[in-house]
């Protein structure tokens, strides 16, 4: 067997993987959102208002949580901090959620519920108002009303049983005139102490202050609290900063995954940006606390919708899960096709138990798109087309596929086995077939992101880590002339699960030959009727090559090729030139080999003798000369083929497949 491939894997097959903390924290997150997006319906005999669980400001306690899940993973595991020590899900099944921690703020849902017209309620709320540069409260109208902490209390029952949709009767009652008690005003000036101040926040270039009587419209007070309580709801300052600086906002587009630094976020196609991020609330609110008097900056988020940013932000992708690195030439045709096809791959989320087809995903390699020439393998020979050598990103993205645990639904080995690929683990890739095509079998996310320079290619993978893979080596058996080559890969998900899976390549004895030995194209000669060339050098000449003048140009013409004149082209059959000892008797031969049955001890005596005392004659020379100059099908070799193991070769798909024309 010819010497194995360099190839450089970023990730090292069959490491464990941890679910990483930031897995983890990613997971909460994505049970956070579902939480707040569960629906709330409230009736009473006066109506019905529709709300979500985030309306009434109950909210899953991400430091909580995490801290919960991974001390009961050690508590199991008895091994420290080992988050893999219990499965995904422990947390995302576990029926009375015993992992979450809750947090509820009533005064919130009590002022919700206090405006809520649609049931019924007439009584207007206290609110906090400004009365000569100073903080008051407005005692608002009493009313009919409903039970804001008994509708609280029912929803969180409804959430320990894992409601998707929470439904509640509530009745209506008749509210007391609020009283202002001395406890109130000490509140009230409390909250003048905290919050009674203008404040100005800059974004870009730009600057705004928000003034006492607007900070004013962000308070809530709780007069039934004991003793009563004013916060600041900081989720109405993002929406509002945003539309004050939407002129200095980038046009919202479509959002997309990005790596940055290694860190997979979302971003805006285009790379905008605009005003602000989620923590802008709380950066007012800190800002006003600590007094600050200049400009607080703003952060950026990306310029898209916040239902398109959540959600790309639910699918777990937060880490590398696999990667993989094949080299080649620098400043090839072929490489300019690889980094393109790596360009157009590059971004592209792959959502759970969704498919990929690369075919599919990039279309056909055009010049318009930008393809130039590169080598194709086709019927076994090496060949120059538009969108050549492409297959090397096919073969770079599978083995980070397969160690990133994709299931693998089509795929085509190369036909000739390439150095620089992994042995029996060289996917190749033309329009409209072979494809390559997989699944993402996880409940997260992939992102696609592939980087390149002058001499390799990279493609990564990120998600989150719940499988660990291992590839064993590969093992190999003849078939006829060509040697078929099995890998196998095992897959322990992290819900216990095991399955392994084979991948199969069958490799071509040589350039241009079957796994029957018979050739895959026509030999190349010189024309019998055109006259023999005056030396073997003369046929085996390209045009131009070596002679500028083109005088030594002899045409070469497929054996069987068919003339203008309509005969056929029958090339003179070979003649047995090998000599004892030159190759290893154990091998089998060519059908076509012009040694097979030759007596070889025989045929070297005949020589000697016919040769004379020197034992070289002009025969000879001549003979020495045609063995040499070419291969047995008549082409040069290509560069693209350069290292490959001339011992092997062909391919198959997840089932043993036919081999395509091209590859």
Same mark, same amino acid.
């Given at each position: 067997?010819?010497?194995?491939?360099?190839?450089?894997?970023?990730?090292?097959?069959?490491?464990?993987?941890?679910?990483?903390?930031?897995?983890?924290?990613?997971?909460?997150?994505?049970?956070?959102?579902?939480?707040?997006?569960?629906?709330?319906?409230?009736?009473?005999?006066?109506?019905?208002?529709?709300?979500?669980?985030?309306?009434?400001?109950?909210?899953?306690?991400?430091?909580?949580?995490?801290?919960?899940?991974?001390?009961?993973?050690?508590?199991?595991?008895?091994?420290?901090?080992?988050?893999?020590?219990?499965?995904?899900?422990?947390?995302?099944?576990?029926?009375?959620?015993?992992?979450?921690?809750?947090?509820?703020?009533?005064?919130?849902?009590?002022?919700?519920?206090?405006?809520?017209?649609?049931?019924?309620?007439?009584?207007?709320?206290?609110?906090?108002?400004?009365?000569?540069?100073?903080?008051?409260?407005?005692?608002?109208?009493?009313?009919?009303?409903?039970?804001?902490?008994?509708?609280?209390?029912?929803?969180?029952?409804?959430?320990?049983?894992?409601?998707?949709?929470?439904?509640?009767?509530?009745?209506?009652?008749? +509210?007391?005139?609020?009283?202002?008690?001395?406890?109130?005003?000490?509140?009230?000036?409390?909250?003048?102490?905290?919050?009674?101040?203008?404040?100005?926040?800059?974004?870009?270039?730009?600057?705004?202050?928000?003034?006492?009587?607007?900070?004013?419209?962000?308070?809530?007070?709780?007069?039934?609290?004991?003793?009563?309580?004013?916060?600041?709801?900081?989720?109405?300052?993002?929406?509002?900063?945003?539309?004050?600086?939407? *002129?200095?906002?980038?046009?919202?587009?479509?959002?997309?995954?990005?790596?940055?630094?290694?860190?997979?976020?979302?971003?805006?196609?285009?790379?905008?940006?605009?005003?602000?991020?989620?923590?802008?609330?709380?950066?007012?609110?800190?800002?006003?606390?600590?007094?600050?008097?200049?400009?607080?900056?703003?952060?950026?988020?990306?310029?898209? +919708?916040?239902?398109?940013?959540?959600?790309?932000?639910?699918?777990?992708?937060?880490?590398?899960?696999?990667?993989?690195?094949?080299?080649?030439?620098?400043?090839?045709?072929?490489?300019?096709?690889?980094?393109?096809?790596?360009?157009?791959?590059?971004?592209?989320?792959?959502?759970?138990?969704? +498919?990929?087809?690369?075919?599919?995903?990039?279309?056909?390699?055009?010049?318009?798109?930008?393809?130039?020439?590169?080598?194709?393998?086709?019927?076994?020979?090496?060949?120059?087309?538009?969108?050549?050598?492409?297959?090397?990103?096919?073969?770079?993205?599978?083995?980070?596929?397969?160690?990133?645990?994709?299931?693998?639904?089509?795929?085509?080995?190369?036909?000739?086995?390439?150095?620089?690929?992994?042995?029996?683990?060289?996917?190749?890739?033309?329009?409209?077939?072979?494809?390559?095509?997989?699944?993402?079998?996880?409940?997260?996310?992939?992102?696609?992101?592939?980087?390149?320079?002058?001499?390799?290619?990279?493609?990564?993978?990120? +998600?989150?880590?719940?499988?660990?893979?291992?590839?064993?080596?590969?093992?190999?058996?003849?078939?006829?002339?060509?040697?078929?080559?099995?890998?196998?890969?095992?897959?322990?998900?992290?819900?216990?699960?095991? $399955?392994?899976?084979?991948?199969?390549?069958?490799?071509?004895?040589?350039?241009?030959?079957?796994?029957?030995?018979?050739?895959?194209?026509?030999?190349?000669?010189?024309?019998?009727?055109?006259?023999?060339?005056?030396?073997?050098?003369?046929?085996?000449?390209?045009?131009?090559?070596?002679?500028?003048?083109?005088?030594?140009?002899?045409?070469?013409?497929?054996?069987?090729?068919?003339?203008?004149?309509?005969?056929?082209?029958?090339?003179?059959?070979?003649?047995?030139? $090998?000599?004892?000892?030159?190759?290893?008797?154990?091998?089998?031969?060519?059908?076509?080999?012009?040694?097979?049955?030759?007596?070889?001890?025989?045929?070297?005596?005949?020589?000697?003798?016919?040769?004379?005392?020197?034992?070289?004659?002009?025969? *000879?020379?001549?003979?020495?000369?045609?063995?040499?100059?070419?291969?047995?099908?008549?082409?040069?070799?290509?560069?693209?083929?350069?290292?490959?193991?001339?011992?092997?070769?062909?391919?198959?798909?997840?089932?043993?497949?036919?081999?395509? $024309?091209?590859?």
């Amino acid at each position: 067997m010819s010497e194995r491939p360099e190839v450089v894997a970023t990730t090292e097959a069959g490491t464990a993987t941890e679910v990483s903390p930031d897995a983890l924290r990613l997971r909460i997150a994505m049970l956070a959102a579902e939480l707040a997006a569960t629906p709330v319906v409230v009736r009473t005999d006066g109506g019905e208002v529709q709300l979500t669980v985030a309306d009434l400001s109950i909210t899953l306690e991400s430091d909580a949580t995490y801290d919960a899940v991974r001390q009961r993973r050690s508590t199991v595991s008895g091994s420290g901090d080992n988050s893999a020590a219990v499965p995904w899900s422990a947390l995302s099944i576990d029926p009375q959620f015993s992992d979450r921690r809750y947090r509820v703020e009533r005064t919130v849902a009590r002022a919700v519920l206090a405006n809520a017209a649609e049931i019924g309620v007439t009584a207007i709320p206290p609110s906090i108002v400004v009365v000569d540069d100073s903080l008051a409260v407005d005692l608002g109208q009493p009313g009919q009303v409903v039970d804001a902490d008994a509708i609280v209390d029912q929803v969180l029952e409804g959430i320990a049983r894992g409601y998707a949709r929470i439904e509640i009767e509530a009745q209506l009652q008749q +509210s007391l005139p609020l009283e202002y008690t001395p406890e109130m005003q000490q509140v009230v000036d409390e909250a003048h102490q905290r919050y009674g101040r203008s404040l100005v926040v800059a974004y870009q270039d730009e600057t705004y202050e928000l003034t006492l009587e607007k900070i004013a419209g962000w308070l809530v007070l709780d007069p039934h609290s004991t003793p009563p309580e004013i916060t600041l709801d900081t989720d109405g300052i993002g929406p509002y900063l945003e539309e004050v600086f939407a *002129a200095q906002s980038a046009p919202f587009t479509t959002a997309a995954m990005t790596v940055q630094g290694g860190v997979p976020t979302v971003a805006a196609s285009d790379g905008g940006v605009a005003c602000c991020a989620d923590e802008a609330g709380e950066l007012v609110a800190e800002a006003l606390v600590a007094g600050i008097e200049v400009p607080i900056a703003l952060p950026s988020r990306p310029a898209v +919708s916040r239902e398109e940013q959540a959600y790309l932000e639910s699918l777990g992708i937060v880490e590398l899960v696999g990667a993989f690195t094949t080299k080649h030439a620098c400043c090839q045709g072929r490489v300019t096709n690889i980094q393109l096809f790596a360009e157009l791959m590059r971004g592209v989320v792959v959502e759970p138990g969704e +498919s990929l087809s690369l075919n599919g995903h990039v279309g056909r390699r055009t010049e318009e798109k930008g393809f130039v020439e590169g080598g194709f393998i086709e019927k076994g020979v090496v060949i120059d087309d538009i969108g050549g050598g492409v297959s090397q990103f096919a073969t770079t993205i599978f083995n980070a596929l397969i160690h990133a645990g994709m299931d693998i639904d089509e795929y085509q080995t190369h036909s000739l086995y390439l150095s620089r690929y992994p042995y029996g683990l060289d996917p190749t890739i033309s329009y409209p077939k072979p494809d390559l095509r997989f699944t993402n079998p996880t409940p997260y996310g992939v992102l696609i992101w592939p980087t390149y320079n002058d001499t390799s290619i990279t493609v990564e993978i990120y +998600s989150t880590r719940n499988v660990v893979v291992t590839i064993g080596e590969p093992e190999e058996e003849m078939r006829e002339f060509c040697r078929r080559v099995r890998t196998d890969r095992i897959r322990v998900f992290s819900d216990g699960a095991t $399955e392994t899976d084979t991948f199969h390549a069958r490799y071509r004895p040589e350039e241009g030959r079957n796994c029957d030995g018979t050739r895959s194209v026509p030999r190349m000669c010189a024309d019998p009727l055109l006259g023999a060339p005056e030396s073997a050098d003369d046929a085996r000449a390209a045009p131009g090559d070596g002679d500028p003048a083109g005088e030594s140009e002899v045409e070469m013409v497929p054996d069987g090729s068919e003339r203008d004149d309509g005969t056929i082209v029958e090339c003179p059959p070979l003649e047995c030139v $090998e000599k004892p000892g030159e190759r290893d008797s154990d091998l089998e031969r060519y059908p076509d080999d012009p040694c097979l049955d030759v007596d070889l001890e025989a045929l070297a005596q005949e020589r000697e003798s016919s040769e004379g005392p020197s034992g070289v004659g002009d025969d *000879a020379e001549s003979t020495k000369g045609e063995d040499e100059g070419e291969n047995d099908d008549g082409t040069e070799s290509d560069d693209s083929t350069a290292g490959a193991d001339k011992s092997s070769g062909g391919h198959t798909g997840v089932d043993e497949t036919t081999e395509p $024309e091209r590859s």
